[in-house]
C-alpha cells in the first residue's frame, strides 16, 4: 500500500513533484474535450475546452533538432500560464518560455478554444 502512496507522499508526508504535476495537469485539463487543433512541427501540443474554460497544452517532441519558444508577452492577459508545478514562468519575469519536456499548460475562462488557437500562432517562435 505505501508503495502506491510514496509516488504521491513522502516519507514526512510532504507532498511530492509528482503529486504536483498531476494534480496541475489534472486542474488545466479533467473533464474538458480534445479539440482538433493544427499540428506545427517539433512540439506536441492539446486543445481542450469544457466546463466554461479551455486549455492549450504545449510541450517539445524531442524529435527535431532546435526547440521552440513561447513568446508569453503576446498571450491575452487574462490567461493563466501554468508550468507541471502550478508556477506561472510570468511572475519570475520570464518574457519567453523554451518549449522543452515540461509542458506549459495556458488556462481561460474568458478566451476560448478558438482565441487560444489563434493566439498560439502569434506566440510560438521558431528553434
Known amino acids: 500500500m505505501y508503495y502506491g502512496h510514496k509516488l504521491l507522499i513522502g516519507y514526512d ?3 511530492t513533484p509528482g ?3 498531476m494534480a496541475t495537469t489534472a486542474y ?13 512541427p517539433g512540439i506536441v501540443q492539446g486543445l481542450f475546452s469544457g466546463h466554461g474554460r479551455a486549455t ?7 524529435g527535431i533538432v532546435g526547440r521552440k519558444r ?3 508577452t503576446k498571450l491575452p492577459k487574462d490567461v493563466e500560464v501554468l508550468d507541471v508545478m502550478g508556477n506561472d514562468p510570468r511572475r ?9 519536456i515540461q ?3 495556458v488556462v481561460s475562462v474568458k478566451v476560448g478554444a478558438e482565441k487560444l488557437e489563434e493566439t ?3 506566440c510560438i517562435l521558431g528553434g
Do not use: H, Q
Request: net charge negative; aromatic share 10%.
Open 13 to 15: 508526508c510532504p507532498v
Open 19 to 21: 503529486a504536483v504535476s
Open 28 to 40: 488545466c485539463k479533467d473533464g474538458m474535450d480534445c479539440i482538433p487543433i493544427k499540428e506545427t
Open 56 to 62: 492549450w497544452a504545449v510541450y517539445d517532441d524531442s
Open 70 to 72: 513561447l513568446n508569453l
Open 92 to 100: 519570475e519575469g520570464k518574457k519567453e518560455w523554451e518549449i522543452g
Open 103 to 105: 509542458p506549459l499548460f
Open 120 to 122: 498560439r500562432n502569434r
